[in-house]
DNA sequence: ATATGTAATGTAATAACATAACATACGAGA
DNA sequence: TCTCGTATGTTATGTTATTACATTACATAT
């Protein structure tokens, strides 16, 4: 597995968002992970700014918080796509394979070098809109 | 206009981004009207929580900024979709009807109660690229 | 004209998110 | 062993956003 070639620390924060199986913030990470001695935020930004590389960690813009990849190691053909319940906080991850290939041409006829996605949706999931 | 339901701080924040014409965070507002007598981030974050609300400003998710809308109020058939230059900052602002179609069948499916779409394209513009 | 209600504004303090700068440790080759 | 790159630790600081509370402005009822 990949994993195996994460530091410690990278670890550490992985298996945390891992355990979460949701989004935490950076600090959140950090409190979680202050038994297991971490001491300051740049710990976590650090293994981070790592895990998003290796596309283990997802950053979601729009709540400034750090979800685990849902496919391990994200190999979505195109742009990934996160569905955020706004009540409940549970984020799911899909490929829009389509969606990526109609942003590319529309951006493509403009001459833009497209280089990162970001597509966040907001609302209610099912559970939370029946209730 | 629109502009005239504007309160006195919300039509200068306004003015400030549309002249400006391009993404602002609200520090480099609150600085741009110091002048003016703004003196609190508040005062700007409230103005900019009104503008955004009525869809003259459009926020930034992916860089935390704000950017006056475009098309003036901004009345797209769908989301709107912002291409950022990393290298200029300039900011294009468009509609893709399909994507956004797209993306709410995708979303049904699961039962998701879409309520706000946040799409932002990160690369290089043409001018900059060409360089 | 005065009282009252409501929206907007002003101000200070602080919370929440992120990075800079520098010191130290530690393992993989020369 | 040396040393070079990578990871880590630590402090301080920078940046973005909100809470809490006080005050002002303005509309309208009395």
Known sequence: MIESKLTKNQSMVHTCLTQENGPMTAYAILDA???KGFRAPLQVYRALEKLTELKLVHRLESMSAFVACQHGTCEHSGAA?????????????????????SLESHVKENGFVLKKTTIELRGECRQCYAV
């Not at 796509?81 to 290939?101: N, P, Q, R």
């Open 33 to 35: 992970l202050r038994e």
């Open 81 to 101: 796509v996160f569905a955020i319940c706004d009540t409940c906080g549970t984020v799911a991850e899909f490929a829009a394979a389509d969606v990526s290939k």
